[in-house]
């Protein structure tokens, strides 16, 4: 057999009107990204990636996933759609080919590597669940009637197929067919079924949404993320040291009111979202965060977190200096944190520690900060 590798289509040329919303599905967000990028990723490292969308969703696809995939303009139905992905592929290069739903994005590596192993041996294979529960007819409301489930299958997808028959199956039929497999069939090809997964779920009703984002909460998302600040001392009679006013002999030198501990607490969390740092958000060459209070930086960097889904699971402020003495200010530090960042003080960690006298911090030229954040999301 020439080639010998293996293509995938995915197809996402629907409207998609039953999941709700003003996007069709395949494009809506599901844990930051478009429903069609989960799809996508399943399928990373299988081969080549066939997109089918609907001519209207053409510049949306180049945006998403432009050098990623090859793009195909769907047909009027589901089959016109497919046959114009296979008519892309080269019977040269392509011995195979997996025909896959959009909106089908948890696929997992083991029921697509079922499928392909399948079809070594089989010319179509496709994954499929027997029917548990007790299957009735019913009209107006009420049961009439009962129907054997022995020998009934929820069909699913990924359908495999070895590419020339199933090329051919397509360009022979007539009509409009649920799947690739009623094609297969109508050409009078064996289709073997393979174990399906309960979790690859076709995303169909408003509801799917949730339960997708349930079922890949198991791969739960952590970051980490630290930060370090110096400021200099200089001439004054407190500091402001994570959103409270200590007395001092010495004030600190900054551009805004120098809260050394609360920036290094904000880099920790710009940090682990990895988008930067205080001073790509708020330039200390604009004038309007001079003398500016911290609490602004930290309430947007925690607001940052929030709005990409993260929670704050915990930080841990140290504070470097000799003096002033930290300890009676740390309960009151902590709650303020707690309050601008809208998480639970026991969540939060405030202390400090000397430099035994050396360096800068032991000499008293300043106070330096490092902070420790960990953000989760579910
Ligand atoms: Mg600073």
């Given at each position: 057999m020439a080639g010998g590798e293996t293509a995938v289509i995915i197809v996402a040329?629907?409207?998609?009107?039953?999941?709700?919303?003003?996007?069709p599905k395949q494009w809506r967000d599901l844990r930051g990204k478009p429903v069609l990028a989960h799809t996508i990723a399943a399928f990373a490292g299988v081969g080549r990636i066939v997109l089918v969308l609907h001519p209207d969703d053409m510049a949306l696809g180049l945006q998403h996933f432009a050098g990623k995939v090859v793009l195909v303009a769907g047909g009027d139905s589901r089959n016109a759609s497919v046959r114009n992905a296979l008519e892309v592929l080269d019977p040269d290069t392509f011995s195979t080919v997996l025909i896959h739903d959009g909106?089908?994005?948890?696929?997992s590596p083991g029921l697509i590597a079922r499928v392909r192993a399948a079809l070594d041996t089989a010319p179509a294979a496709a994954p499929a669940l027997s029917v548990t529960d007790a299957l009735w007819t019913g009209a107006a409301g009420v049961v009439t009637g009962l129907t054997p489930r022995d020998g009934l299958y929820r069909a699913q997808t990924p359908q495999g197929f070895h590419l020339a028959p199933i090329r051919a199956a397509h360009r022979a039929f007539k009509g409009d067919a649920k799947d690739d497999v009623e094609i297969a069939l109508a050409a009078g090809l064996d289709v073997a079924i393979v174990e399906g997964e309960e979790?690859?779920?076709?995303?169909?009703?408003?509801?799917d949404f949730a339960r997708a984002e349930r079922i890949l909460g198991g791969s739960m998302d952590i970051r980490t993320g630290n930060g370090f600040d110096v400021h200099a001392f200089t001439e004054g009679d407190h500091v402001m040291l994570c959103g409270i006013r200590v007395p001092h002999s010495r004030g600190l030198l900054g551009h805004?009111?120098?809260?050394v501990g609360m920036h290094a607490l904000t880099d920790a969390i710009y940090g682990a979202l990895a988008k930067g740092d205080i001073g790509r958000h708020f330039?200390?060459?604009?004038?309007?965060?001079?003398?500016?209070?911290s609490e602004i930086f930290l309430a947007h960097a925690a607001g940052l977190a929030r709005n990409k889904g993260?929670?704050?699971?915990n930080a841990d402020v140290t504070l470097i200096c000799e003096?002033?003495?930290?300890g009676p200010y740390a309960l009151e530090m902590t709650s303020e944190l707690s309050r601008i960042m809208g998480?639970?003080?026991?969540?939060i960690s405030v202390k400090a520690t000397t430099?035994?006298?050396?360096?800068f911090t032991g000499r008293e030229e300043g106070i330096a900060a490092i902070a420790t954040v960990t953000l989760v999301r579910p």
């Open positions: 040329a629907g409207r998609g009107s039953r999941a709700g919303g003003e996007l909106a089908r994005p948890l696929a979790e690859n779920i076709k995303i169909t009703w408003p509801g805004s009111d120098a809260d330039p200390p060459s604009d004038p309007q965060w001079k003398g500016a209070a993260y929670r704050l699971s003096r002033p003495k930290i998480v639970d003080p026991d969540r430099s035994e006298r050396l360096g």
